[in-house]
């Protein structure tokens, strides 16, 4: 609404124009003008009423070009819906005020913004006024008090600690800290046959055992838990059939001892010449019978010149005033066994050869060797060979090879080498085969004397061993 202006005119005044005048005047109470003509001014500095505009938000207080200099306020300065107070000369701001989009901080109040765990991931506030949420874990019950402002944290799992048999507890009820002491076992060492192995990470200790890592029945050997097992582990090893007197040696007249290899080795008896094996399975006094049969010469009936001795054993075939036989000598079957006329045999020789023998050798040997022999030899020889040979031997040695010393080197009647092989290396173009031995007990009997460094099969245990001097251990 515009200002109204009365202008007084020149008396006399007539009723139209002071009427006019009153309208203006009643128009002009709408609005507070500092002036009125030129003839006086309203005083803003004795107001006695609010100063309050006709209608909300839409009046102006000054402008940007006509500012007021100063505004003093003795109460609250309402702007919008906040409150502007203060208190003396403090100026207290409505919660959540802001400078430049910033909130404002109370300098005098500290808190936490971000919560940082040792290992994981911060928790940081996304605004000022944001919650942090506190959530239980296992064992862990949570609860507020907001009397108090309190939060609580309930421990519901394990509350203490109680020592037990060679454990003992302590605790610092400062910090809140159980440190459990073991008073028992805090190491093992390990013995012979046994091995052991501890993990820093875990603390687990592994006890292994190197040596007999289990037993099996074997024939006529039982197996069974004695006392209480799960206490005193105890095995009971029971033979169900105890063994008796027995011969584990069997000798032989000029050869070499047959020795058990083990508890369940065969004796195998092989027929000669002119001599029959049986057996017989009988009842009584005689069970299990073994019968030698002489299949060759029965009897001996002397002829002119010729004197017998001996009805058993050893026969003595004398020659009556006879010193050199002239002549061939024949078998019964006819076949030349010695050429008189030119002086040399040409049969087969069954016999012990104790002097050298010059040539070669073209049949069968069986039988011992005890001398020189140098020439070749193509035919087989069936026995001991305790001499040197010079020459080829182009055929089968089948018997033993002693050494100097009589010790036996080659065993040719059961195709073993039994002499030690001393070699830098030891090469074969297929393979090499140990020893096989039915378990432990037959390796112990086999070799009651063994050496370091000796390996053999344990078939029992599929499993190969070697001796390091003081026991068989498994090499696999």
């Known amino acids: 609404m515009t200002r109204k202006t009365i202008t007084p005119g020149r008396a006399p005044l007539v009723w139209s124009t002071v009427d006019e005048a009153f309208e203006k005047i009643n128009a002009n109470f709408t609005e507070l003008y500092a002036s009125i003509g030129e003839t006086g001014s309203i005083g803003f500095d004795a107001l006695g009423t609010d100063l309050i505009p006709s209608q909300n938000d839409i009046y102006d207080l000054g402008s940007p070009q006509k500012r007021w200099s100063n505004l003093y306020l003795s109460g609250a300065l309402s702007l919008g819906g906040a409150a502007i107070t203060n208190e003396g000369l403090t100026i207290d701001l409505p919660s959540g005020s802001t400078v430049a989009g910033q909130l404002i901080i109370d300098q005098n109040?500290?808190?936490?913004?971000?919560?940082?765990?040792?290992?994981?991931?911060?928790?940081?506030?996304?605004?000022?006024?944001?919650?942090?949420n506190l959530e239980p874990g296992n064992g862990i019950r949570l609860f507020t008090d907001s009397g108090s402002d309190t939060i609580i944290i309930a421990n519901d799992g394990v509350n203490g600690i109680q020592s037990g048999l060679g454990i003992s507890v302590s605790s610092d009820s400062t910090a809140g800290l159980y440190t459990i002491n073991n008073e028992g076992v805090r190491s093992i060492t390990s013995g012979a046959g046994i091995e052991t192995e501890d993990s820093s990470t875990t603390g687990d200790i592994v006890i292994r055992n190197r040596g007999v890592l289990r037993l099996e029945a074997g024939p006529s050997i039982t197996l069974s838990n004695g006392g209480t097992p799960d206490v005193d582990g105890k095995i009971i090893i029971t033979n169900s059939a105890p063994a008796g007197n027995a011969y584990r040696v069997i000798a032989v007249n000029g050869e070499a001892s047959l020795t058990a290899p083990s508890l369940a080795a065969t004796l195998t008896l092989i027929e000669g010449s002119g001599i029959n094996i049986t057996t017989a399975l009988a009842s009584g006094a005689l069970t299990n019978r073994v019968t030698f049969e002489n299949t060759g010469v029965l009897s001996l009936t002397a002829g002119a010149g010729i004197t017998l001795s001996g009805s058993t054993g050893a026969v003595t075939v004398g020659f009556n005033n006879v010193t050199?036989?002239?002549?061939?000598?024949?078998?019964?079957?006819?076949?030349?066994?010695?050429?008189?006329?030119?002086?040399?045999?040409?049969?087969?020789?069954?016999?012990?050869?104790?002097?050298?023998?010059?040539?070669?050798?073209?049949?069968?040997?069986?039988?011992?060797?005890?001398?020189?022999?140098?020439?070749?030899?193509?035919?087989?020889?069936?026995?001991?060979?305790?001499?040197?040979?010079?020459?080829?031997?182009?055929?089968?040695?089948?018997?033993?090879?002693?050494?100097?010393?009589?010790?036996?080197?080659?065993?040719g009647l059961d195709s073993k080498?039994?002499?030690?092989?001393?070699?830098?290396?030891?090469?074969a173009s297929t393979y090499i085969q140990t020893a096989v031995y039915a378990d432990a007990t037959a390796i112990t009997a086999g070799i009651p004397t063994a050496v370091k460094g000796m390996i053999v099969y344990d078939n029992a245990l599929s499993q190969f061993k070697g001796f390091n001097g003081s026991i068989w251990v498994a090499l696999n």
């Open 109 to 132: 109040k500290s808190f936490f913004k971000e919560v940082a765990i040792v290992g994981g991931s911060s928790i940081v506030a996304d605004q000022f006024n944001d919650t942090l």
């Open 324 to 411: 050199d036989i002239v002549g061939s000598v024949f078998a019964d079957n006819s076949t030349m066994m010695v050429d008189g006329t030119n002086g040399r045999i040409v049969g087969p020789v069954f016999a012990n050869v104790t002097g050298d023998v010059t040539g070669n050798v073209s049949g069968n040997v069986t039988g011992n060797l005890v001398g020189n022999s140098s020439g070749i030899h193509t035919g087989n020889v069936t026995g001991n060979v305790t001499g040197n040979v010079t020459g080829f031997l182009t055929g089968d040695t089948k018997g033993s090879v002693f050494g100097d010393d009589s010790t036996m080197l080659v065993n």
């Open 417 to 427: 080498i039994v002499g030690p092989i001393e070699s830098a290396t030891v090469k």
